[in-house]
């Protein structure tokens, strides 16, 4: 089986990097989200990977589903495929560290939607974003039409989908489809910053708000504040909850020295 997808760990920063290879698109094909799914597992239980940057390399982030693989697939061929492909990208979704998808070149169809599976999106000013699956006769299927109406609205997100168009780096900005637009050369270095600062921070508190957040949003007001009452009070036991609180006390905020526990 060939190498297309790795974690690299900087041992340094504590900075992950899940790294696509797979020339000349980054096509994802069944290897590809296997071995993502490895990576994602990796980067979980990993206690040196304490943020994790998703990045393609410095020409493409990822160009989508590998068409010529799926053209005369089944219905069945494709619930089988399509459930795995769903499993693997909330798999990524759920590390339970923060994650920043950096963008290049393209990042179209899966690959948009792998991209939206990270929690922050750095991207090239002169990338191309979009879902073009419409103009292929079908719809995104590996997460499109859940993550992006919950990040950008239901009506932006239909007229992504519905148009198949792609989007230039300072549209997906300005609709927060992206978060951060840089050079060209800078796109990876600035996503590792960004992983960086989070891979400083409290650990665990960072995973309980990503845990409260993307949970929450998948059930009713109720529900989602009984969630975050769950994780909030959990983090009572901790040792960041306790040296947090002790600094903050003995010398104001914001010079805790957390320990990830």
Request: charged share 25%; with cysteine; aromatic share 6%.
């Amino acid at each position: 089986m060939a190498d297309y997808v790795r974690l690299d760990v900087d041992k340094e920063t504590g900075v992950g990097t899940i790294r696509l290879d797979r020339p000349p698109m980054n096509a994802i094909d069944g290897e590809v989200v296997e071995q993502l799914e490895a990576a994602a597992r990796e980067a979980t239980f990993n206690d040196d990977v304490r943020a994790v940057v998703i990045y393609g390399g410095d020409k493409i982030f990822a160009a989508g589903a590998d068409i010529k693989e799926m053209a005369q697939r089944s219905p069945q061929e494709m619930m089988n495929r399509m459930g795995g492909l769903q499993a693997v990208f909330s798999q990524v979704e759920e590390i339970p560290k923060v994650v920043v998808a950096a963008i290049t070149g393209y990042a179209l169809g899966g690959g948009c939607e792998l991209a939206l599976t990270a929690d922050f999106r750095v991207i090239s000013e002169t990338a191309k974003i979009g879902q073009p699956e419409i103009l292929l006769g079908i719809i995104p299927g590996a997460g499109g039409t859940q993550r992006l109406p919950r990040l950008v609205g239901p009506a932006r997100a239909k007229d992504i989908i519905y148009s198949g168009r792609f989007l230039g780096a300072e549209e997906a900005l300005s609709i927060g489809l992206v978060d951060v637009v840089t050079d060209p050369g800078d796109v990876y270095a600035k996503a590792c910053d960004i992983a960086a600062r989070y891979a400083k921070g409290p650990l665990v508190a960072l995973r309980a708000a990503k845990i409260a957040i993307n949970r929450g949003l998948q059930v009713d007001m109720s529900n989602g504040l009984a969630i975050e009452r769950e994780v909030f009070v959990g983090l009572f036991s901790t040792e960041d909850q306790k040296i947090g609180m002790s600094s903050f006390i003995e010398k104001g905020p914001g010079k805790a020295e957390f320990v990830g526990r």
